[in-house]
Every structure is written in C-alpha cells, then in structure tokens.
C-alpha cells in the first residue's frame, strides 16, 4: 500500500510541476495583458474601464488540452515562491507589493478535466517585485456584454500577494454537469480584466489564448475569486 500510494504523489506532483513549467514556456503575447484600447509598451494609453467589467457589476453570489484537477489541486505548493496572502502591503522580502497587471503578469486559461466543465485561470507574477491580486478575475467570453458573477463563498481572508515568479488562480464554472444551464453555446475568446484594491475594473485587461475548438459556456457561469493555490480554486 505505500508503494502504491508513493508511487501516486510522484505521478500528481509531476503533473503539477508539468502544468507549471507550461505556464513559464507560454509567451507574453499569450497573457500578458494591456490597457483596453491601446498597446502596454508606450506607457501612455491609459485605456479605460468598461462598465461591463466593474467587479461590484459582477456580484451576484452565486489552453490546449484538459487537465486533472484533482491531480493539480493542492501539489503546487512545493513550486511556489514566498507570497502570501498578507496585509496586502509587502511581500515576504519586505519590498512594497505593487498590484499585478499587465505590465508585470501573464495569464494563462486551461479547461480542466476535473471538476468537470471548469477552468483555471492562473496568473504568474513576472516582475521583479511582489504583487497583488485583487479580487477576481473579470472575465468576458465571447462577446459577451457582462462578466460572470462570482461566488462569494470564495472569498479569501486578505489580499493575494504573488512573489515574483509565483502564480495565482482562480476557476470558472463553465457549464451545469446537469445540463439546467440555459443559453449554451461555444465562444472563441476571452479577455481577462482586472480590479483595484477598490473592486473596480482597471484598464488593464489580459488576452489568454482558449482551445482552438472553442469554450461551451451557458448562463451558470460563474468565477472564484483569486485564491494561493489550485486546489483552493478548484473546491468550489
């Protein structure tokens, strides 16, 4: 029996060190995002933030191939660096936190085998300092003209700060398993806001790539809040 069961942590905590080094090999043009409505490396666009993505809006409680959840939750922690989810101020270095964006993050979307009809949205800190995440992810499927609720009941204790070079994530429920959702359909695209320490959107906005066969969504969608690890994210 603890062969077997050795032999079973070696195989997950592969897996998650596969899922890691994928998100490090994934181009910034991918994720990495920009200010709606103009390029990040000028420095000047300021974009602006659309109604549609303001994270009280969004409030309401309720790629490439698939992954195993269950076989990522919980096995990623041997990978991560030193953020935690603090006061929201410094990191574990003592240097000031800055808020993740698209000048110092990218941000991968991958469809999971498990839970089923679920998504990970993991953002990587790319910046030489620590940063934070707040809130959740604003997600737009599609053309969509809202963003997804999100689940209140995953709200975390404290702001997430991200260690430089250290990932965040979030899921989003994409479909009902037992098919209640209503207005299904598959989408192509999806951009990824983010929110101030406020909750508000900001102009920053990501551009993860999706499977190229599309992502089925219905009206029961919905996405967690940012949360330290992928077995957080998954459980709800």
């Known amino acids: 029996m603890s062969s077997v069961r050795d032999t079973r942590i070696r195989l997950l905590t592969a897996a998650a060190a596969v899922a890691l080094a994928a998100l490090s090999l994934t181009g910034c043009g991918d994720g990495s995002g920009e200010p709606d409505g103009g390029s990040s490396e000028g420095g000047s666009s300021t974009g602006s933030s659309s109604g549609?993505?303001?994270?009280?809006?969004?409030?309401?409680?309720?790629?490439?191939?698939?992954?195993?959840?269950?076989?990522?939750?919980?096995?990623?922690?041997?990978?991560?660096?030193?953020?935690?989810?603090?006061?929201?101020?410094f990191g574990a270095s003592g240097t000031k936190a800055?808020?993740?964006?698209?000048?110092?993050?990218?941000?991968?979307?991958?469809?999971?085998?498990?839970?089923?009809?679920?998504?990970?949205?993991?953002?990587?800190?790319?910046?030489?300092?620590?940063?934070?995440?707040?809130?959740?992810?604003?997600?737009?499927?599609?053309?969509?003209?809202?963003?997804p609720p999100v689940k209140e009941d995953s709200k975390p204790q404290?702001?997430?700060?991200?260690?430089?070079?250290?990932?965040?994530?979030?899921?989003?429920?994409?479909?009902?398993?037992?098919?209640?959702g209503t207005n299904g359909h598959t989408v192509k695209s999806l951009t990824v806001a983010f929110q101030d320490r406020t909750g508000e959107g900001t102009s920053w906005v990501a551009h993860p790539a999706v499977p190229v066969e599309g992502i089925y969504v219905d009206d029961s969608l919905y996405v967690t809040y940012w949360q330290q690890s992928m077995g957080d994210a998954l459980s709800w």
Do not use: H, I, W
């Open 52 to 89: 549609s993505f303001s994270g009280k809006d969004a409030k309401s409680g309720g790629a490439g191939s698939g992954q195993d959840g269950d076989a990522l939750a919980g096995k990623d922690s041997a990978a991560a660096g030193n953020g935690k989810t603090g006061n929201g101020d």
């Open 98 to 147: 800055v808020a993740c964006g698209g000048s110092n993050s990218k941000t991968v979307a991958a469809p999971v085998n498990r839970p089923v009809n679920y998504m990970l949205l993991t953002v990587v800190n790319t910046g030489s300092a620590p940063c934070e995440l707040y809130g959740y992810p604003a997600a737009r499927f599609g053309e969509a003209q809202s963003v």
């Open 158 to 180: 404290a702001v997430l700060t991200l260690a430089p070079g250290e990932p965040g994530y979030a899921a989003v429920s994409l479909s009902a398993t037992d098919g209640s």
